[in-house]
C-alpha cells in the first residue's frame, strides 16, 4: 500500500513533497556515501565524483555541475538529494519542473552538518538512525581543546589562488583542531587572493587538501618558500557523512606531520 504524501522542508525550508522513498538519486559524493553506508539498496544514480564506496554500481548521471537532467529523470527516482554549494540552482529546477523532488542540503558547520543527515536519513527518508552517524558526533566530541592556534591560510585552487573565507564547513572542522583561518573574516566564503597577499599575511601553516585541487608535495608548497604545508585528505575536511568518524585523527596527524 502506497503512503500517504507529506511535505517535508528541507534544510532551506523549502516544502519537499515525499511519499516512501524507495529509489535516491544523489548529486553530493559526500551524501552519496553518507546513503550507501546506511540504506544502499536506495541509491540508483549518482554522479561521476561520488568515489565513495568503492564498491558503489549505480547509474552515474554526470557531474555536480552539469548533471543529465534526462538521465536523471528517467530512473524515476522518489526522491534526489543536492547541496545548495555543489549544485546548480538551474539543474535543481529542471528536475523540480519535470516532477522530481530535490532535497537540498545546507552545510557549514559541523553541528548543521550532523543535524541535515539525521533529518535527511531520518526525516525525509524514514530510515533508523544509523550508528556512524553517532561514531562521527562522539569523535568531534572527544577532540580535545586546544589553547594554542596556529594561523592559517587554506588554499582550495589555484590559477587563480582561492582560499577558505568566512561561513564554510571545512573552516569549521579546522577551526576546533586549533587551526585559526586567517581569512574567516573575509567579506566571501572563498575569495580569490593572490599568493603574494597570502604571504604577506604571515600564516604559521598552510593547509593544502587534495580536493577540489589536487595538491600534492610537488604541486602547492613550492608556492610558500619557508611557510610549513600540510597536506590533508580533502575527503576528510570537505565531506559530511562517514568519513567524518574519522576525521579528527586523520586530520590531526596530517595537521602535525
Not at 504524501?5 to 524507495?22: M, N, Y
Not at 554522479?47 to 554526470?62: K, M, N, Q, Y
Not at 552539469?66 to 545548495?84: C, Q, S
Amino acid at each position: 500500500m502506497a503512503s500517504a504524501p507529506r511535505s517535508v522542508p528541507d534544510d532551506q525550508g523549502t516544502p519537499i513533497p515525499l511519499g516512501a522513498i524507495r529509489r535516491m538519486v544523489s548529486l553530493v559524493p559526500s551524501l552519496t556515501e553518507a546513503v550507501a553506508a546506511t540504506a544502499p539498496d536506495l541509491l540508483v544514480g549518482a554522479t561521476d565524483w561520488c568515489t565513495h564506496p568503492a564498491e558503489l554500481s549505480v547509474a552515474r548521471i554526470g557531474g555536480t555541475k552539469n548533471p543529465d537532467i534526462a538521465k536523471i529523470v528517467a530512473l524515476a527516482p522518489d526522491l534526489v538529494v543536492a547541496n545548495e554549494e555543489e549544485n546548480r540552482a538551474p539543474d535543481l529546477a529542471a528536475l523540480r519542473a519535470a516532477g522530481i523532488a530535490v532535497w537540498v542540503t545546507e552545510v557549514r558547520s559541523l553541528p548543521q552538518a550532523l543535524a541535515s543527515l539525521e533529518r535527511l536519513l531520518t526525516v525525509a527518508c524514514g530510515l533508523p538512525r544509523p550508528p556512524w552517524l553517532d561514531a562521527a558526533g562522539q569523535a568531534w566530541r572527544e577532540v580535545p581543546s586546544t589553547p594554542r592556534r596556529v594561523r592559517a591560510v587554506v588554499p582550495i585552487w589555484r590559477r587563480p589562488w582561492m582560499v577558505l573565507g568566512r561561513d564554510t564547513f571545512a573552516g569549521d572542522l579546522l577551526s576546533r583542531l586549533g587551526v585559526e583561518l586567517i581569512h574567516s573574516r573575509h567579506a566571501d566564503r572563498y575569495p580569490a587572493i593572490p599568493v603574494a597577499e597570502l604571504l604577506a599575511a604571515g600564516p604559521d601553516l598552510v593547509v593544502l587538501p587534495d580536493e577540489p585541487y589536487r595538491f600534492t608535495a610537488d604541486d602547492g608548497p613550492e608556492a610558500f618558500p619557508g611557510v610549513a604545508c600540510a597536506l590533508v585528505s580533502g575527503r576528510h575536511l570537505t565531506w559530511y557523512g562517514p568519513s567524518l568518524a574519522e576525521a579528527p585523527a586523520l586530520l590531526t596527524a596530517q595537521l602535525r606531520g
